[in-house]
């Protein structure tokens, strides 16, 4: 099933979520990982599986919106800043596992060759949807990544699976929207 609200146009938050999770899936580092990852990203209408996927025996990785604080910048203008809860999960007990998927995604992000490129697709994107409608409907600063919380076998919080090793952080996408 299809985005069920389509008269409603994709708001800054929306194409900043779906421009990460596309920049993620398209990684050839993280593409190359074997076995194949499972992603649970809650876009495209993609079917939430049943029981938790860390219990596939594959890799994954839940990526999800989460609720930051707004603050308002000027009289019609917000900081607004998107974040996401990233869940890193590998099968088996061996922390580097996790450590090393959490640096592939690390290194999409932010590959260390000055470029900026997500960022800068993003802001255009943002800059195109504004010239589309006729009006700003956001601006990118910058992206953040904390850095992970690894806990498995005996450590692991209520309601997660014994058995794999998960890296728990977050992304945060600093932005500013209209009021």
């Known amino acids: 099933m299809a985005k069920l609200l389509t008269t409603l146009p994709d708001s800054a938050r929306t194409i900043v979520y779906s421009m990460i999770i596309a920049h993620l899936k398209a990684d050839p580092l993280l593409a190359s990982v074997t076995p194949k990852i499972q992603w649970q990203t809650f876009i495209d ?4 599986a049943q029981t938790p996927i860390q219990n596939s025996g594959y890799p994954c990785i839940e990526i999800t919106p989460l609720p930051l604080p707004a603050t308002q910048e000027a009289q019609v203008l917000q900081n607004s800043p998107l974040g996401f809860r990233l869940i890193v999960t590998t099968p088996g007990n061996d922390s580097r596992d996790a450590l090393n998927l959490w640096g592939a995604i690390e290194q999409s992000l932010f590959p260390g060759d000055g470029s900026k ?12 949807a504004g010239t589309q409608r006729g009006r700003n409907i956001g601006s990118l600063q910058t992206i953040l990544l904390s850095q992970p919380a690894v806990w498995g076998g005996a450590t692991v919080p209520q309601g997660a699976i014994p058995n794999c090793i998960t890296a728990d952080g977050y992304i945060t996408a600093i932005m500013t929207v209209p009021k």
Do not use: Q
Request: glycine share 0%; charged share 10%.
């Open 45 to 48: 209408d993609a079917p939430v």
């Open 117 to 128: 490129t997500l960022s800068n697709n993003i802001r255009a994107s943002l800059a195109v």
